[in-house]
């Protein structure tokens, strides 16, 4: 059974930073290149980073380029975002799934998720 655990969200004042993890397990970790997306309120998901099976590669919104930096430890079946510089508009849901390409759609069922609030 696919099973994610998205961590390290909280509540952060304009400018600062937070790093989350997603914890996987149930696939073949290491196969699939990894995503962060994010939900805010009455708003659609959106994909906001991706990064490579063997982690070569990284890719990201534009909203967040240069602020938020995605990694992984594929000994531990583990996806980072490390995300600096927040503002109030990075306010959401954040969840990590598995996809089989940057341009593809996510794999399987979604985490519960880990709340980022930016406010001061």
């Known amino acids: 059974q696919v099973q994610f655990v998205e961590s390290g969200g909280g509540l952060v004042q304009p400018g600062g930073s937070l790093r989350l993890s997603c914890a996987a397990s149930g696939f073949t970790f290491g196969s699939y290149f990894m995503t962060w997306y994010r939900q805010a309120p009455g708003k659609e998901r959106e994909l906001v980073a991706f990064i490579t099976n063997s982690g070569g590669r990284t890719s990201y919104a534009d909203s967040v380029k240069g602020r938020f930096t995605i990694s992984r430890d594929n000994a531990k079946n583990t996806v980072y975002l490390q995300m600096n510089s927040l503002k109030p508009e990075d306010t959401a849901v954040y969840y990590c799934?598995?996809?089989?390409?940057?341009?593809?759609?996510?794999?399987?069922?979604w985490g519960q998720g880990t709340q980022v609030t930016v406010s001061s």
């Open positions: 799934n598995a996809q089989l390409s940057g341009l593809g759609r996510p794999l399987f069922n």
